[in-house]
């Protein structure tokens, strides 16, 4: 089951089959947290005598601190595909990050934690073990949540401009399905093609090209995912609308990411 507060997620493949084994709640963060943190996000299961399952999550251009027993580690952006196992019963809380905001907690460029986990101490100076007794302790999301955001405020930055233009230039990626080249960021925004390229390298932890890309394919995924029974995909069409000079590239790039073609991606939603 899916709870949120945020709209749908996005980049979760193969989603319905998901809630059949895990709960997902996501939560908006207070008035003073919403400047860096995009939501609260609490994923449960109880697998006890089932199968593992395998979770894959096409990642978002943010950075995430996870909060599990004996698991709890910040995550920079993973550029692949995200995968975890889960088994069991267990709780993860987690705290996801507007695009170029964890960079004000670190002051280093946030892309020395691409692909990268790292622990609270060396990220931001925190006691992992006491985070970890605080925030579990709680089976009440909302009171794990006001934890959280007790040890977020004693790291707590200045506001930084800087994020904000940088969440701009995402969001604005993310509006605009046919905004496809780097190029139409220069021009809107006025920044120099290589001034852009330092920023995200500093505050995003990956470059703009990346980032279209990325939301891009989170397009395909999401329309494959809304087509009716029996219906047949228009890849060149699809395609063509996500800025691919032809339907072979777009395949090549989705089997590059997803693991399948995205007809096999299809049979695999429909359970074929």
Do not use: C
């Amino acid at each position: 089951m899916i709870r949120s507060e945020n709209g749908q997620p996005r980049g979760i493949l193969n989603l319905k089959a998901g809630e059949r084994k895990f709960g997902l709640t996501r939560l908006l963060p207070s008035e003073h947290l919403a400047p860096f943190v995009s939501h609260y996000w609490i994923v449960t299961w109880d697998l006890r005598g089932q199968e593992p399952y395998v979770s894959e999550v096409l990642s978002h251009p943010s950075v995430h601190l996870a909060i599990e027993r004996g698991h709890t580690e910040i995550y920079g952006v993973v550029k692949k595909k995200f995968i975890r196992k889960i088994e069991g019963q267990g709780r993860t809380f987690g705290v996801k990050f507007h695009p170029g905001a964890f960079y004000p907690f670190v002051n280093f460029p946030v892309s020395r934690l691409t692909d990268k986990r790292v622990s609270l101490e060396s990220a931001l100076g925190l006691d992992t073990q006491a985070l970890e007794s605080a925030v579990l302790a709680h089976e009440d999301d909302r009171a794990s949540m006001a934890e959280v955001e007790r040890f977020l405020r004693t790291r707590l930055p200045a506001r930084d401009e800087t994020v904000d233009q940088v969440r701009r230039i995402v969001e604005r990626i993310i509006a605009d399905p046919e905004l496809v080249k780097v190029d139409a960021l220069v021009e809107e925004f006025g920044l120099g093609k290589r001034a852009l390229q330092r920023l995200f390298s500093q505050y995003v932890g990956v470059g703009p090209k990346w980032v279209i890309q990325r939301f891009r394919l989170h397009e395909a995924a999401e329309r494959l995912a809304k087509l009716g029974p029996g219906e047949t995909p228009r890849l060149a069409d699809l395609a063509a609308s996500l800025g691919y000079f032809d339907q072979a590239h777009f395949i090549k790039d989705f089997k590059a990411l997803v693991g399948q073609s995205p007809a096999d991606y299809l049979r695999r939603l429909r359970g074929e």
